[in-house]
């Protein structure tokens, strides 16, 4: 399964990697990107997508091999209630790997105060909402506490190239005089813009 789907893209190259025998469920709680994904995925015979919330997945007990989770954990405001949902839906011995970013690992250049205060204005209107973005670190505690064993950390870096596409993206969630300043930014000679994630995989051990 992969756990906050979005548009598909990462859904697809599951269904690639798992054909011929295997099987992807995409899941995501906004019904306008899973319309989206079934147009883009219907090539695929071995995809099926299905619009649900974390927290209380339509799948029975142990139904699953593995789940992915990319870029949703951030935006939870229970983390630990959705890692317990998809220890459920795990077979034994089944995996989970769940990657967030932690903004505090945030690199952006060329230096602009107008932008850090644009990126802490972001930062709060997640957390306003009920996210964490410095949760990258966190995810191997919230596995260990969800009950899951055998748990790996890691983290790496992603650079956003050009920073065109990160500045609009951050631009389009927060207010005009921000977004004007992320914009002007992102598209300045010399900008650069890298980010820590946080990954983290885990195993249904009982």
């Known amino acids: 399964m ?5 548009p598909g893209t990462i859904t697809a190259g599951i269904a690639q990697a798992v054909s011929p025998g295997g099987s992807v469920t995409g899941v995501d ?3 306008k990107q899973i319309e ?9 015979a071995n ?18 091999d593995a789940v992915l989770s990319h870029a949703l954990f951030e935006h939870l405001a ?24 932690d903004w505090t690992g945030k690199l952006a250049a060329p230096p602009s105060s107008e932008v850090d205060a644009a ?6 209107k997640q957390a306003g909402n009920g ?14 506490d969800a009950g899951f064993g055998a748990i790996r950390q890691s983290a790496s870096y992603e650079c956003y190239s050009p920073p065109g596409v ?18 002007n930014w992102a598209n300045s000679e010399g900008a650069f813009f890298a980010q820590a994630w946080g990954e983290a995989i885990g195993t249904k051990t009982i």
Do not use: M, W
Not at 78 to 101: H, M, T, Y
Not at 119 to 124: N, W
Not at 132 to 140: E, N, P, V, W, Y
């Open 119 to 124: 990126l802490r204005g972001y930062g709060e």
């Open 29 to 31: 709680v906004n019904a």
């Open 78 to 101: 229970e983390p630990v209630r959705a890692a317990r949902e998809v220890l459920r839906v795990l077979r034994a011995g089944g995996v989970f790997g769940v990657r967030s970013p």
């Open 2 to 6: 992969d756990c906050g789907c979005g």
């Open 131 to 144: 996210g964490d973005l410095a949760i990258g670190r966190k995810l191997g505690s919230i596995l260990r």
């Open 36 to 44: 989206q994904a079934r147009k883009d995925l219907a090539r695929f």
């Open 47 to 64: 995809a099926e997508l299905r619009v649900s919330d974390a927290y209380t997945l339509p799948f029975p007990d142990g139904h699953f």
């Open 166 to 183: 990160i500045g609009e993206y951050l631009a389009r969630q927060v207010g005009d005089e921000d977004a004007s300043a992320l914009r």
